[in-house]
C-alpha cells in the first residue's frame, strides 16, 4: 500500500493547527519555493532571503511584496495560487506591513523577525519528506547536474585554470535555468592539501575535483566527480577503493526509521578500517539535502532520522578522494539521484548485490 504524502500547504496548516502558532511567516527563498511548487522569489543570488514574503493562516495565505515587484511576482510565480497581495511602495518598510497583518497573532517564523517566533527547524522539518511532484522535479535536475559535471570532466584540458573549469560548468547549468549554487573546482595538489577548495587561477596539469550544488525549483542538488590525465598514482588508484567502502557504508545504512548519528558511525567504522580513522574530522560528511544543499549537517550525537521519501548526500573523503552523490530514500531500496549510467564506475559485490561507485575518469595525455 502506496504511502500518502501531505502536499506543502497541507503540511504548513496541519502545522498551525497541531501547535500553539496562529500562523507562519516564510522569508527564506528555499522555504518560498518549498511552499509554491517550485516558484522563485528572489533578486540577489547570494542572499538566502526573497523580495516576497509569505504568510499563512489557517483560512487565508498573504504575499508581502513591494510594488517594484509585484507584476513579476504575480504574472510569473504564484498567479492562481490564492494568495491575496499586500503590497508596500519601494521606500517604505514591507515589515512593517508584515507586523500589522499580525499583530496580535502568535507566528512561527522561518527567519529572526521580532515579535515573530523563530522556528527554522520545526519548519525546516516539514519540508524533508518529498512528494511524487517533487521527487520527479528532483530526478530531472540530479540527472542534469550530474551530466553537466561529467562532461566538463570529459572536456577540459591541461592548463586551463580553475576559473576556466568553474565557468565551463556554470555555462552547462545557467542555460537550463539552473542556479550553480556552489560550484567547488581543486587541481593537483590542491585534491590533496584542501577539502573545501574554490576555485583559483592555478592551472590543471594532472588531476582535478569538480563539485557542484545545483539548485532549481528550491532543490539542490550535490554531486563531485573526479578526472585523471595519464595513469593515476598509487596512492590515488590505493585510496579510491578505499572510500568506496566508506561510501557504500553510508548509503546502505541511510534508511527509513534509522538515527543519522547512526548512518555516520556506519561511515567511522569504514574509515577505521580503511586506516583513515581521523579523516573524517577534515571535511564535514554531509546529511539530509532537499531545500537546501545540506538541510543540516549530520554530527556525531546529532539528532534526526532517515524518512522515506527523504534526500541524501553523503560526502566522505580520505586522502586525495571524495565521494558525493544525491540519493533519494525508498520503500525497497535507494535511488542514486545523480547516477547518469555514462560515467565510470567501480563495481563492489556486497550481500549479494552490486553497487555501482563512481569512479576516477583517467583521460590520456595528449603532445600537441
Given at each position: 500500500?502506496?504511502e500518502?504524502?501531505?502536499?506543502?500547504?497541507?503540511?504548513?496548516?496541519?502545522?498551525?493547527?497541531?501547535?500553539?502558532?496562529?500562523?507562519?511567516?516564510?522569508?527564506?527563498?528555499?522555504?518560498?519555493?518549498?511552499?509554491?511548487?517550485?516558484?522563485?522569489?528572489?533578486?540577489?543570488?547570494?542572499?538566502?532571503?526573497?523580495?516576497?514574503?509569505?504568510?499563512?493562516?489557517?483560512?487565508?495565505?498573504?504575499?508581502?511584496?513591494?510594488?517594484?515587484?509585484?507584476?513579476?511576482?504575480?504574472?510569473e510565480?504564484?498567479?492562481?495560487?490564492?494568495?491575496?497581495?499586500?503590497?508596500t511602495?519601494?521606500?517604505e518598510?514591507?515589515?512593517?506591513?508584515?507586523?500589522?497583518?499580525?499583530?496580535?497573532?502568535?507566528?512561527?517564523?522561518?527567519?529572526?523577525?521580532?515579535?515573530?517566533?523563530?522556528?527554522?527547524?520545526?519548519?525546516?522539518?516539514?519540508?524533508?519528506?518529498?512528494?511524487?511532484?517533487?521527487?520527479?522535479?528532483?530526478?530531472?535536475?540530479?540527472?542534469?547536474?550530474?551530466?553537466?559535471?561529467?562532461?566538463?570532466?570529459r572536456?577540459?584540458?591541461?592548463?586551463?585554470?580553475?576559473?576556466?573549469?568553474?565557468?565551463?560548468?556554470?555555462?552547462?547549468?545557467?542555460?537550463?535555468?539552473?542556479?550553480?549554487?556552489?560550484?567547488?573546482?581543486?587541481?593537483?595538489?590542491?585534491?590533496?592539501?584542501?577539502?573545501?577548495?574554490?576555485p583559483?587561477?592555478?592551472?590543471?596539469?594532472?588531476?582535478?575535483?569538480?563539485?557542484?550544488?545545483?539548485?532549481?525549483?528550491?532543490?539542490?542538488?550535490?554531486?563531485?566527480?573526479?578526472?585523471?590525465?595519464g595513469?593515476?598514482?598509487?596512492?590515488?588508484?590505493d585510496?579510491?577503493?578505499?572510500?568506496?567502502?566508506?561510501?557504500?557504508?553510508?548509503?546502505?545504512?541511510?534508511?527509513?526509521g534509522?538515527?543519522?548519528?547512526?548512518?555516520?558511525?556506519?561511515?567511522?567504522?569504514?574509515?577505521?578500517?580503511?586506516?583513515?580513522?581521523?579523516?573524517?574530522?577534515?571535511?564535514?560528511?554531509?546529511?539530509?539535502?532537499?531545500?537546501?544543499?545540506?538541510?543540516?549537517?549530520?554530527?556525531?550525537?546529532?539528532?534526526?532520522?532517515?524518512?522515506?521519501?527523504?534526500?541524501?548526500?553523503?560526502?566522505?573523503?580520505?586522502?586525495?578522494?571524495?565521494?558525493?552523490?544525491?540519493?533519494?530514500?525508498?520503500?525497497?531500496?535507494?535511488?542514486?539521484?545523480?547516477?547518469?549510467?555514462?560515467?565510470?564506475?567501480?563495481?563492489?559485490?556486497?550481500?549479494?548485490?552490486?553497487?555501482?561507485?563512481?569512479?576516477?575518469?583517467?583521460?590520456?595525455?595528449?603532445?600537441?
Open positions: 500500500m502506496k500518502f504524502v501531505c502536499t506543502p500547504l497541507e503540511k504548513v496548516l496541519k502545522f498551525i493547527e497541531e501547535s500553539k502558532y496562529d500562523g507562519v511567516f516564510f522569508r527564506k527563498r528555499s522555504n518560498f519555493a518549498w511552499i509554491t511548487g517550485g516558484k522563485d522569489n528572489h533578486i540577489v543570488n547570494t542572499t538566502e532571503n526573497g523580495v516576497a514574503d509569505l504568510v499563512f493562516f489557517a483560512d487565508k495565505k498573504y504575499c508581502i511584496t513591494s510594488k517594484m515587484e509585484l507584476a513579476r511576482i504575480h504574472d510565480e504564484i498567479e492562481g495560487l490564492g494568495y491575496e497581495f499586500i503590497t511602495e519601494w521606500y518598510n514591507q515589515d512593517a506591513a508584515i507586523r500589522s497583518l499580525c499583530d496580535g497573532k502568535l507566528i512561527a517564523s522561518d527567519v529572526h523577525f521580532k515579535p515573530f517566533e523563530k522556528c527554522a527547524s520545526e519548519l525546516s522539518n516539514l519540508r524533508y519528506t518529498l512528494t511524487e511532484e517533487e521527487k520527479e522535479r528532483y530526478r530531472w535536475l540530479a540527472q542534469k547536474a550530474a551530466k553537466a559535471v561529467e562532461t566538463t570532466a572536456e577540459i584540458q591541461p592548463g586551463w585554470t580553475e576559473f576556466e573549469i568553474q565557468a565551463h560548468l556554470a555555462s552547462k547549468l545557467i542555460k537550463d535555468g539552473i542556479n550553480p549554487q556552489v560550484i567547488l573546482v581543486s587541481t593537483d595538489e590542491r585534491v590533496f592539501n584542501y577539502r573545501h577548495p574554490i583559483t587561477e592555478k592551472k590543471l596539469q594532472n588531476y582535478a575535483m569538480i563539485v557542484i550544488c545545483a539548485e532549481k525549483w528550491g532543490l539542490v542538488a550535490n554531486v563531485t566527480r573526479f578526472v585523471h590525465f595513469p593515476l598514482p598509487k596512492v590515488i588508484e585510496n579510491k577503493h578505499k572510500l568506496v567502502n566508506i561510501d557504500i557504508a553510508m548509503n546502505r545504512a541511510t534508511r527509513p534509522i538515527l543519522i548519528k547512526d548512518v555516520l558511525e556506519s561511515g567511522f567504522e569504514q574509515y577505521r578500517a580503511a586506516g583513515y580513522g581521523e579523516d573524517w574530522r577534515f571535511l564535514h560528511q554531509g546529511g539530509p539535502t532537499g531545500y537546501e544543499s545540506r538541510e543540516f549537517l549530520a554530527v556525531p550525537e546529532g539528532p534526526g532520522v532517515v524518512n522515506l521519501h527523504q534526500a541524501f548526500a553523503w560526502n566522505p573523503a580520505i586522502r586525495g578522494i571524495k565521494s558525493e552523490d544525491t540519493i533519494l530514500v525508498g520503500e525497497e531500496d535507494n535511488e542514486v539521484l545523480t547516477h547518469t549510467g555514462e560515467w565510470v564506475y567501480i563495481e563492489v559485490q556486497q550481500d549479494g548485490k552490486t553497487y555501482l561507485r563512481p569512479d576516477i575518469l583517467v583521460r590520456e595525455i595528449v603532445n600537441e
